[in-house]
């Protein structure tokens, strides 16, 4: 189906300029006397008091860290602490309006926007709200720490629980927000609004977006705040987030209400430092940061800098800039000047700065430059704000006690429960729909094209009569994927798409056909070519709680999505003490014939991570199966397909693959052909070659080989490849991927660890070679052949009576080969 914008050359080769417009920078000018009006005496407080208590609890950790004691208590706390004793100003302005639906995310300096986001929402909050949330957060253990002995306000204890589910987290204990398995650089806690900072520079620059997405395309209430540094703006995901944020068709093609912006605010923390690097007048060239929205669109992203030391300017343009929000002509950028007096981190030497230039800063220091204004314009009095500190300073004390007594804080125990965060890895539940709701669809099911052709297609690769269909009229694997995907499209109303040329093309290799017809824009979108945004939008989009399928267009592409998939989609579930679901299908094509960078299959690289789960289907009657139980899932599911087969039909499940809806459970491998004489386990595509391996080895050799077709990689259960071991005493395993290094390897291992006594020889690997791929014509140089499974069987485990090897298998070969390294 083509889009309704025909591309005019008339139009786009008429010559003309680009304009730029002007970017304010710290234009705010108001005095406090003129702010009178929009802050009463207690909110003026309220803000000083939050820099405060910012400003103590940063200085006690800078002491813990420095000199293992705060006020006459010792504590040793090897973990970071990355401070922003400087930035409170510009916490707190960001903060101060957001409301409890605004969800911000950060970095690794954000124990402040997380302290001022947190009590912006207490502030918010009514007071049987904030019991209900602090008493449901892990069974109330938290707290209870707390409550003990307390005697104030519920709104008060609120505080105190913040502070110390923040210390307890940045401590590792068990009461920290986040079970202590986020710390220093991840804590965050989400009923607060408060969403994952991210140790990885620049982590929350896609991530971000996401979350915006599900914002926008569950029609939920609320704004995201992406709280980033300034040296991150030379970070891919950054400016993949911008462009994937920034996108055109959210404004031209979107429909309805769904049509205009994103609900986001980038705002990038400006302390012109990276570590030490300085970001204007070194390591980048913006020279003022907010420049950078100049270039992304025709609004200039309504970019604009703002004095953060100040946090009435703060407070004024987040202010005037929800107002853009709500007319739905987001993402706006922001630049909040700032400035870090303390280090980078504690053993920073401050080598990269003079200390004239720190002195400067500090004399304009926002917490006393704002106080004597307070004064000055008699809203408080001196012994006010006197009483304040020493306050911050007495609750600084009572909730680091607190916080490190081993009785009242332990660590989660992994002793008592060596498998503690083995259980949070994966959340394994079973969701037909991440929401209740009516699922947005522009035709009924039966009515598509494509379900209406399926209709005619046969489901067995062989007729009645025992003839081969046509791939014309067979029911292909893509179909099978196809079929779950559309499935869940009309069961789960948060389900949303995206990736390279999904729509309108049908996705890279037609798997989507019929999807455009069904589904509107915002549940699916082509993406722009940013396979790093691809993924980090799917894990913001999925961990506030709407499931999704991104895709990568080739395998080999998942380098340009690294960070993503294997630093944030794997792990944000259990660094969130599995507060956080990750309903997340990441599709990833597996290419042929196109060559060194278009044809690797990485599975083994992606089943090393701890936290994916990776399937890689053979057959279309276990990629419809799979892919259901990839979609009914809530952990991140990495699911390959084989570019080699997807026009392939079912030759292996009778009578062929059901219309109606079926699981096959991740992790179960699947017997393709039973036999006594030899166990052969494949990955993905390779199950073809192997089967005919199977067939020659009867014919030839009067052998009869057990095909075992893994089908998932992790999770992976081992018994039924052990039990056809112990029958078999053989065993090779096959697959596409380089064998030096790969997920085979792995299994050869645990099988051989699992049933040594049952083994004849060790297990053989015959996997590709650990080159780049050649072209089409020399694949078979590369990829393994049924002749390299049978020359290796001959060598390494029972020789067969007249084979004439042709692949060398030998002791001299192999130390060769690795003395090589290829
Ligand atoms: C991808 C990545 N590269 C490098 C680092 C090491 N590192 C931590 S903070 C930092 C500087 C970040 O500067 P900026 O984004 O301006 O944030 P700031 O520290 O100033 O708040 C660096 C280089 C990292 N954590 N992640
Ligand atoms: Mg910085």
Redesign the pocket.
């Known amino acids: 189906m083509p889009k309704s914008q025909n591309i005019n050359p008339k139009v786009v080769r008429k010559p003309q300029f680009i304009e730029f417009g002007r970017i304010p920078v710290n234009q705010y000018n108001k005095s406090i006397d003129e702010e009178k009006k929009n802050f009463s005496t207690e909110d003026f407080i309220r803000i000083y008091h939050d820099m405060v208590i910012i400003r103590e609890f940063e200085t006690m950790l800078n002491l813990i860290k420095t000199k293992n004691e705060y006020k006459g208590i010792a504590y040793n706390h090897p973990g970071p602490a ?1 401070l ?1 004793i400087g ?1 409170e100003a510009a916490a707190v302005g960001m903060a101060y309006t957001l409301d409890i639906d605004d969800y911000i995310f950060g ?3 954000s124990h402040g926007e997380i302290l001022a986001k947190g009590f912006s929402a207490i502030n918010k909050l009514d007071e049987d709200s904030l019991y209900r949330i602090m008493s449901g957060h892990f069974s109330g253990k938290a707290f209870k720490v707390v409550e003990k002995g307390f005697s104030g306000s519920i709104r008060e204890l609120s505080g105190h629980f913040l502070l110390y589910g923040a210390l307890a987290e940045i401590f590792a204990r068990e009461n920290g927000f986040n079970k202590g398995l986020g710390g220093s650089m991840h804590a965050f806690f989400t009923p607060f609004g408060i969403y994952p900072n991210n ?5 929350s620059g896609d991530i971000s977006v996401g979350a915006a997405l599900y914002k926008k395309i569950n029609r939920k209430r609320g704004i995201i705040v992406c709280n ?6 030379g ?1 891919g995901p950054v400016w993949e987030g911008i462009s994937f944020a920034t996108m055109d068709q959210y404004r031209t093609l979107w429909d309805g209400d769904f049509r205009g912006g994103l609900p986001l605010i980038f705002n990038f ?7 030490g ?1 300085q ?1 204007a007048g070194e390591t980048m060239g913006y020279d003022i940061l907010a420049r950078i929205g100049a270039g992304v669109n025709p609004e200039m992203m309504h970019s604009e800098r703002v004095d953060g030391y100040n946090p009435l300017a703060v407070i004024d343009v987040f202010k005037r800039k929800r107002e853009i929000l709500k007319q739905k002509k987001g993402p706006v950028l922001l630049d909040t000047l700032t400035y ?1 007096i303390s280090g ?1 981190s504690p053993s920073d030497a401050s080598s990269y700065r003079s200390k004239e230039e720190v002195e400067a800063w500090q004399k304009e220091d926002s917490i006393i430059t704002f106080g004597d204004e307070l004064i000055k314009s008699g809203i408080v009095k001196a012994a006010q704000l006197d009483a304040i500190r020493e306050e911050a300073s007495d609750l600084i004390t009572h909730i680091l006690k607190l916080a490190i007594d081993d009785e009242v804080s332990p660590h989660l125990d992994l002793n008592l429960d060596p498998d503690g965060i083995g259980k949070m890895m994966f959340s394994n539940e079973s969701l037909d729909r991440m929401e209740e709701g009516i699922p947005e669809v522009l035709i009924p099911l039966e009515e598509n094209p494509r379900v209406k052709s399926l209709k005619n297609k046969e489901r067995f690769y062989k007729d009645k009569k025992g003839k081969p269909v046509s791939k014309a009229k067979v029911y292909q694997l893509r179909d099978g994927i196809f079929e779950a995907v559309i499935d869940r499209f009309y069961k789960d109303p948060t389900l949303a798409a995206w990736g390279e040329e999904n729509r309108d093309w049908g996705g890279a290799f037609a798997v989507y056909r019929g999807l455009t017809e069904a589904l509107p824009y915002h549940r699916l979108f082509n993406s722009p070519i940013s396979e790093g945004a691809i993924v980090g939008t799917a894990i913001g989009y999925g961990m506030c709680g709407g499931r999704v399928i991104a895709e990568i267009m080739y395998c080999d592409f998942l380098g340009r999505s690294g ?1 993503e998939v294997f630093n944030q989609l794997p792990k944000w579930q259990a660094m969130s003490g599995n507060i956080i679901k990750m309903p997340v299908v990441v599709r990833v094509s597996v290419g042929s014939k196109y060559g060194a960078q278009h044809s690797q299959d990485w599975s083994s690289l992606v089943a090393h991570i701890p936290g994916l789960k990776v399937v890689f289907p053979a057959t279309p009657y276990d990629a419809k199966g799979l892919m259901n139980s990839a979609l009914q899932g809530t952990d991140p599911v990495i699911f390959f397909e084989s570019q080699r087969i997807y026009d392939i039909g079912e030759m292996f499940h009778q009578p062929g693959v059901p219309e109606s809806y079926y699981e096959i459970p991740l992790g179960e491998p699947d017997i393709k052909r039973e036999g006594d004489d030899i166990t052969i386990l494949s990955i993905g595509a390779t199950l073809y070659p192997v089967m005919k391996v199977a067939e020659k080895l009867r014919q030839d050799y009067g052998m009869e080989a057990e095909v075992i077709d893994a089908r998932t990689l992790v999770p992976f259960n081992y018994e039924p490849v052990i039990q056809s071991v112990r029958k078999t005493g053989k065993i090779v395993l096959a697959s596409d991927a380089s064998s030096r290094g790969s997920f085979l390897k792995e299994m050869a291992h645990t099988i051989t660890d699992l049933a040594f006594d049952n083994l004849d020889a060790p297990p053989v690997v015959v996997g590709s070679r650990n080159w780049i791929i050649p072209a089409h014509e020399m694949e078979n140089s590369f990829f393994p052949q049924p002749e390299w499974i049978i020359d290796a069987i001959h060598q390494k485990i029972i020789p067969l009576k007249g084979h004439i090897v042709k692949t060398n298998y030998s002791y001299e070969n192999s130390i060769k080969l690795n003395k090589e390294g290829v």
């Open positions: 990355h922003s930035q970095s690794h300096r140790a990885i520079v620049g982590g980033i540094g300034d040296a991150s703006m970070c923390m400006n302390n012109l430092y990276g570590m690097g970001t870090r980078h960070d």
